[in-house]
């Protein structure tokens, strides 16, 4: 005789699971290895910026350089050697002139090298910008790289000049005011492409982002 069963307890519903897998909630961009946006010119997305604002210092503080010396100043005026000591030590008319140009343009260079790292900058048209970036890195690292080499043959002796050489100028010029010229040329180089890598081609690109 077999025993009898019970009255058997009824099944609850089952419990609800939360969605897994394509159905889940959808993480958000960047926590799990989602593409993030390149950030606006000088933000994170940028790993160039440094190189605008290294580039704007190193212009800005040329820039005052040559103020003071087309203002009268004298200090340092022995480390320019040969026809520019001679007049800038003159004053002649002409020669100020160009001192104070190239003063005012190396001035608007360190606004420019900022303009290409700040948001500020996109205000003037991307070719235009990108005609004056590659066109001016290109000349300050060219001009920049002769005049440091043509001083280094002299330096080490590979290229004996006919007139006797004037080493403090020599040196001064190796190794800061035409290095200067290479190391500028070079930070606009490294700008220019941060401005590239962080500005749309076209309005159509930039709402895409």
């Known amino acids: 005789m077999s ?12 419990e609800p699971t939360e969605p897994t897998g394509p159905t ?24 160039m910026a440094w190189a605008g604002y290294a580039g704007a210092v190193l ?9 003071y010396w087309a203002a009268g100043g004298t200090l340092g ?6 026809t520019i000591q001679e007049m800038a030590g003159a004053r002649e008319p002409g020669f100020l002139a160009v001192v104070w140009l190239t003063g005012a343009l190396k001035v608007a260079g360190a606004v ?24 001016g890195s290109a000349l300050l690292t060219l001009y920049g790289a002769l005049q440091v080499g043509s001083l280094a043959l002299v330096a080490t002796g590979a290229v004996t000049p006919d007139d006797p ?8 010029r190796l190794f800061c005011w035409d290095l200067s010229f290479l190391v500028w040329g070079v930070l606009l180089f ?12 076209s309005p159509e690109r930039a709402a895409e982002k």
Request: charged share 15%; glycine share 18%; net charge positive.
């Open 3 to 14: 025993a009898a069963t019970g009255p058997t307890e009824p099944v609850g519903p089952a």
């Open 24 to 47: 889940g909630p959808a993480e958000p961009a960047g926590r799990g290895g989602g593409r993030r946006p390149a950030g606006p010119p000088g933000g994170p997305g940028g790993s």
């Open 59 to 67: 212009a800005f503080v040329f820039g005052l350089v040559s103020f």
């Open 77 to 82: 005026l022995d480390t320019l050697g040969g």
């Open 112 to 135: 420019f090298s900022l303009a290409l790292v700040r948001p500020w900058g996109r205000i003037v048209p991307r070719p235009l910008t990108l005609l004056a970036g590659w066109g």
């Open 165 to 172: 050489v004037e080493w403090k100028p020599l040196l001064w």
């Open 190 to 201: 490294l700008a220019t492409r941060h401005y590239v890598k962080n500005t749309p081609r």
